[in-house]
């Protein structure tokens, strides 16, 4: 038989092997580079408790969304310091409304599930026996005639410069992002004919949240600024407490007056009288954590949700839900630091211009003696119901519970009194930090600076050295690992000297962290 149109096959010569030689060779480099990437995932797993390096296919915790074309971050290797969801957690608005539908109303029997959602503040003042106080009282008054609307003991209030709602940054502006945050918190203890009394409450505390652009301008001028969210916790007078009968409980409220939605300013009526508002609502806006984490990135309000994102930092649980203690020393360390080192660098904050503000950080102070006294008189007093409401929950892993009384004890009148108490001299528990060594002075700014916003309320206190000292192992790891958004701290900002090696894309120390590092590695159990 005859195949026509049958081509005949070319011997294989000169170029046919080149051709060969080419492809095999590109073939062996993508063998080697998939075998160096799958023995890299694997190392840095075995760093992440043997959890694969994320990517954008495995980690349902990256932001996808779109960084700019010139963004710094675009530079670094892998997903380092690429936008991610944090540690805090935020909640949902479905698991608040069944929080106060089928927690809040009736363990406290504080109005009915079906109207709940649609209270205001001047209901809880009702429940709590405070009739004649007004959301707008509350908004305009200061410390003292808040005080004055009922008996002696009744209502306690103060105003403060707060650092923990203060954005920061790894490269802090004279001015913060979104001002300066200053706070006003009103005690009001339950009328002993009030339901709220009848039922076991004993405390209601708010706190208003208040932001100033200027270090000179009054944060409360009623005129000007007004509490865009505001916190409640309401606490029990005695226990045992379980899931049915909780010690605490969390509710939020929105602004206390009407507000212009253009001017964002207080609307007053044809007399000149501000609007009562306060109406409750399911979350908070706040940067407790910031969502980039990174210095060229604008900070974001997130939405905290009650009650999962309160309880963080109020006892970790519900049934152990407590009060944080105001710790004046540290809202003066954050602005007048003194460490008792002679090193300018141990002399930065970020907060430092308010030192030149006509008002002061314990802003009832007024920056006179007398006033300052009373002012300070009331924090006493405030953190004393603190420490008995931590009590309640019992000595054991209460931490909260040694810190507020080291704050007591610090400020009686034998020991710092109304002065402030230096941060190397504050630490507490069964081997506190020794002012005398200048080791631990450093390592207590660095922790102090950059750790104390979480750690004086979440899982320990950095002024407890022995608490730091167990984490010693562990402490490096949070700061380094930069692909891991579960444990990565500190959760506010980069830790300052912290870089991203362009091969290996791990986190590398420099600078401050380095520093930070070795100084904690030279610590003695």
């Not at 060969?20 to 797993?45: K, N």
């Not at 959301?135 to 410069?161: C, N, Q, V, W, Y």
């Not at 208003?208 to 600024?225: C, S, Y």
């Not at 008792?340 to 503000?357: I, V």
Request: net charge positive; aromatic share 10%; hydrophobic share 35%.
């Amino acid at each position: 038989m005859t195949y026509k149109n049958i081509t005949k096959r070319k011997p294989f010569g000169p170029k046919d092997r080149t051709l060969l030689i080419l492809a095999c060779t590109m073939m062996l480099v993508v063998i080697i580079l998939l075998i160096w990437c799958i023995s890299r995932d694997r190392s840095q797993g075995g760093r992440n408790g043997g959890r694969p390096s994320p990517s954008p296919a495995t980690s349902v915790d990256i932001n996808t969304t779109e960084l700019p074309p010139a963004h710094a971050r675009r530079n670094k290797l892998g997903f380092a310091f690429q936008l991610r969801r944090f540690q805090v957690n935020e909640g949902n608005i479905d698991a608040a409304k069944k929080y106060y539908r089928e927690t809040v109303s009736p363990q406290l029997s504080f109005l009915a599930a079906d109207t709940i959602e649609k209270s205001g503040i001047k209901d809880l003042l009702e429940y709590f026996g405070y009739a004649n106080i007004t959301p707008k009282d509350l908004h305009r008054l200061p410390s003292d005639e808040i005080m004055k609307l009922s008996a002696a003991g009744d209502i306690l209030a103060t105003r403060f410069f707060a650092p923990k709602i203060t954005a920061v940054s790894a490269n802090p502006p004279q001015i913060p992002v979104s001002g300066f945050g200053w706070r006003k918190l009103v005690r009001l203890k339950a009328k002993p004919d009030s339901k709220a009394a009848q039922n076991g409450m004993d405390l209601l505390l708010l706190l208003q949240n208040i932001f100033e652009k200027t270090v000179a301008g009054n944060p409360f001028n009623a005129d000007h600024n007004v509490s865009k969210f505001n916190q409640v916790i309401i606490t029990r007078k005695a226990g045992p407490f379980s899931q049915d009968k909780q010690p605490a409980y969390f509710l939020t409220y929105g602004q206390l007056v009407k507000i212009d939605g253009t001017s964002g300013l207080p609307i007053k009526d044809a007399s000149g009288n501000f609007q009562d508002e306060g109406i409750i609502s399911f979350s908070l806006k706040a940067t407790f954590d910031e969502k980039a984490r990174d210095p060229e990135t604008n900070v974001l309000l997130s939405e905290y949700f009650v009650p999962d994102s309160c309880v963080q930092c109020h006892g970790g649980i519900r049934t152990r839900g407590k009060t944080n203690y105001l710790d004046t020393d540290h809202w003066i360390d954050r602005v007048t630091p003194d460490y008792g080192l002679s090193d300018p660098r141990f002399k930065e904050e970020d907060f430092t211009a308010l030192a030149s503000s006509p008002h002061d950080v314990i802003f009832d102070a007024e920056k006179d003696p007398t006033k300052f006294q009373k002012a300070f008189d009331v924090i006493q007093l405030l953190n004393e119901d603190i420490r008995n409401q931590n009590k309640l929950l019992g000595a054991t892993n209460n931490f909260q519970l040694n810190a507020v009384e080291r704050w007591l004890e610090l400020h009686k009148p034998t020991n710092f009194g109304t002065g402030h108490a230096p941060p190397f001299a504050r630490g507490f528990g069964s081997q506190p930090w020794d002012p005398n060594s200048d080791t631990d002075k450093k390592l207590v700014y660095y922790l102090n600076r950059y750790c104390y916003r979480c750690h004086s309320s979440v899982k320990y206190n950095i002024f407890d050295r022995a608490a730091v000292v167990g984490r010693i192992g562990v402490i490096p790891g949070r700061l380094l690992d930069v692909s891991d958004p579960a444990s990565w701290m500190p959760q506010d900002r980069i830790f300052p000297g912290l870089e991203v090696d362009q091969i290996s894309g791990e986190g590398v120390p420099t600078g401050s962290l380095k520093e930070f590092l070795d100084l904690l590695a030279q610590v003695q159990p």
